[in-house]
């Protein structure tokens, strides 16, 4: 009898030294919470990320519940069609094809959101929060543009918005922001987070592809949509960009004042003439916090190759964050895909869930209180060094007159490069500027432009300065 | 009247399309917790990062309640003495030099222990544990060496630990892996985690010096302790190791039996010997989970050039962490100092003083469930390609024979350098292996050294592949 109640103890704290407090006995019970509480599950979208959290929740329930006290069952799955062939099984009693049977069943109690697109996700989302259940999504797109009003359904109805896997897949990047750097002020980010164009960009410097070979190629392995204008034009990275800001700078951000430039203009040339220089060129997501507002803006890049960011290749993503009081920080890992984007999903699914069972079944301020509107400061404003290619007739004075027209317009050369015409009628010439403001940048391109001697419009490309 | 009224209400939650919910109005005060309770602070030890910590606390308390609705209060510092000139004020009535005086204060309700060392260090967190205080800490070697004991009064006395700070400073890399990961499994991880060997590696690297040089310019610089041994052979890694494998690998990890290896044996020769190879030398934390068990070392090791560990310089950490869902991660950011540290510090103050204003008082499980005890797997029993450098007589025959030897013990050969002797009566041999096990190498390189051909003890330097 007294060794099978002693089973029941887990032991004694041992207190040495100077501890005054004797020893404690504590039953097992209280504190293994050995039967975890279910957690029901609702799932809308079983894409590729929503079978990958499928997957997650059938193979590694038991394990996340050992590790983490939590038992999470998968109660309803809404998907676009009933019969078709998927790579995950799901018993056909939880399969539905109304978004409805998931957000009204009072078994949910966290709904997954990974349909994507702004209506009806908002809808969803919002009326989930009326209902008091949680959600965790991937929908940067609804975030960036509709944020306002789904973070305050979340707030009004005191529930959890989970939405790591938002930006960057998965690399816990938000968190780290949001807790890591908890006490520091964030000064400036710098952030490859679209896998398509880093791929793209990556392959035209290491094969000497042309964007359009680049791109099919990307294409057809799959790493591009059929239609790529979401991520080459730079629209899925200004979305990425909107959601860090608002955890970076706690600001408010009007996505429509985010300036945006994809990667379609970037030629072979330029990649070659950046490298001959020591540069090269990324698309690069920016937010800097500045007296005036903030600098939000998506445009193809050059940076140093010595820059941490210039060895991110391929598929991957990486975000440079800089705190006042952390100094730099560089979190770097796949931005996308099935199992990374999954396990981003599930890292908010099981914080969540953590809280319920611990009883907390209030809304986290997950991004601090209310932000601030900030003024996002206008493009005309930016302060930069800039690469400038102009295609220019290959006569005398050509040269003269355009650096006069710079010069005219308060934009000083740091360096200037006659490239080979390779046999066209028309030179390249290679012009790097020392920090000038765009507004003077634009003017004098546009009389350049307009001169007979410029042959087509110049390239424009902002550079970075080392961190 | 009316008009005054509104003002109270934050608005109306928009609802659009086909969500059913009637508007809602919320009262302000409700939402906002526009006036957050206190949350008493004490702290022990007021040397660089403790400094840091009220620096933050003194500076930023108002900013950290508007972002994350907590108003921290240091209420108690302890000193080891009260007339020292400081580099942070601190009010006369609050200072004390007795540990007991924080600890024992009714207004304490989160303690920061930041005096390190085993004892007494591990009886005050027990005694705060005990007192229903939850507590932060940077104490890796406690963590390490008695940490079963400290996570269990934690546990029995459902409070908080937090401890963020003790590995890698600024780099939110505990956090990253508890939760970003919590779905994941952790396969195997490398880390530069002592920024002082980093920076004496780079120096010797950069500037061809001998360890012992280096080892002064840091000293100087104040990057080096006065005695060194602590960071120089590897102890302080091990201790961040151990922190990190308990995290990763959900494993009760027994500190004596990781495996420890210093930087003191790394000459300047090996360095320039690596590169020429295409190989950097770093001082890596490694942990691999394996069938049998965990492997746990830290030791000098060749990584290839290209591996994303190869270009963290100076005083910089970075970890990889390899999950099996997640795949590759890196993160990078400054591993210690003043401010960075106490950012980490003030994370989990932050996170700790956010759960309790919301009424979660209740130790939330910081590390998962009761980690399982693992088998650390012996040194002798490791697979890995080697680094060999003999200093041999230089005379026909000898290669021959160490060739022999090797193979006798199953070891391949991948390649032989032989190196010019610079005058010196022995001349060096490197040789990189295969894959071979260490004990056979072991064997082997006793049997090598004990011949009189062989002038010097053999250096041994382990082989990391890319990721």
């Known amino acids: 009898m007294a060794k099978l109640g002693l089973r029941r103890y887990l032991g004694v704290v041992e207190i040495a030294g100077s501890n005054p407090v004797a020893p404690i006995l504590i039953k097992k019970e209280k504190m293994n919470h050995s039967e975890p509480k279910e957690i029901g599950i609702g799932l809308i979208g079983l894409g590729t990320v929503g079978s990958g959290v499928v997957k997650t929740l059938q193979a590694r329930a038991s394990s996340i519940a050992r590790e983490t006290g939590v038992k999470l069952v998968l109660r309803r799955v809404c998907v676009r069609s ?11 009693n939880i399969l539905t094809a109304r978004p409805e049977t998931v957000i009204d069943d009072p078994q949910v109690e966290i709904l997954i959101e990974l349909a994507g697109g702004i209506h009806p996700a908002k809808e969803w989302i919002e009326k989930a929060f009326a209902l008091k259940k949680h959600v965790v999504t991937a929908n940067k797109a609804l975030l960036a543009e509709k944020g306002k009003s789904v973070y305050l359904a979340a707030r009004v109805h005191r529930r959890r918005l989970g939405f790591e896997a938002s930006v960057c897949g998965g690399i816990p990047i938000l968190r780290a922001i949001r807790e890591g750097l908890a006490s520091d002020n964030v000064t400036h980010f710098l952030g ?8 793209i960009l990556t392959e035209m410097s290491q094969k000497g592809l042309s964007f359009s070979k680049s791109l099919s190629e990307a294409q057809q392995k799959g790493y591009a949509e059929a239609n790529p204008a979401l991520d080459v034009d730079g629209v899925d990275s200004a979305h990425k960009l909107a959601v860090l800001s608002r955890l970076a700078f706690q600001a408010e951000v009007d996505f429509k004042k985010i300036y945006v430039e994809g990667i379609r203009r970037i030629t072979a040339a330029d990649i070659v003439y950046a490298k001959e220089l020591g540069y090269v060129i990324k698309l690069l997501v920016i937010g800097k916090k500045k007296e005036k507002g903030l600098e939000l803006r998506v445009h193809p890049t050059l940076l140093p190759l010595d820059h941490p960011l210039s060895s991110v290749r391929g598929v991957y993503n990486a ?29 908010d699914v099981i914080e969540i869930a953590q809280d319920m069972t611990k009883g907390l079944d209030a809304m986290r301020s997950s991004w601090g209180n209310e932000p601030s509107a900030m003024k996002i400061l206008p493009i005309g404003d930016l302060v ?15 040269l003269g007159s355009i650096a006069k027209i710079l010069g005219d317009n308060k934009i000083s050369i740091l360096s200037v490069h006659q490239k080979d015409s390779l046999g ?23 009389k350049i432009d307009s001169s007979p001697d410029t042959q087509e419009k110049t390239q424009l490309i902002r550079v970075e300065a080392l961190i």
Do not use: W
């Open 82 to 92: 009933l019969n078709k062939k998927r790579a995950v099984k799901v018993p056909k």
């Open 192 to 199: 490859i987070v679209n896998g398509t164009c880093n791929y």
């Open 319 to 347: 975000v440079y964050v800089h705190g006042d009081h952390t100094g730099d920080l560089l979190f770097y890992g796949r931005g996308a895909g099935m199992m990374p984007t999954a396990s981003a999903v599930m890292s």
């Open 384 to 398: 930069s060094k800039y690469y400038l290619r102009f295609q220019v007739k290959d006569k005398p004075g050509v």
């Open 424 to 446: 066209s009628r028309s030179v390249p010439v290679v012009i790097l500027t020392y920090e000038a403001k765009e507004s003077d940048i634009r003017r004098a391109l546009q």
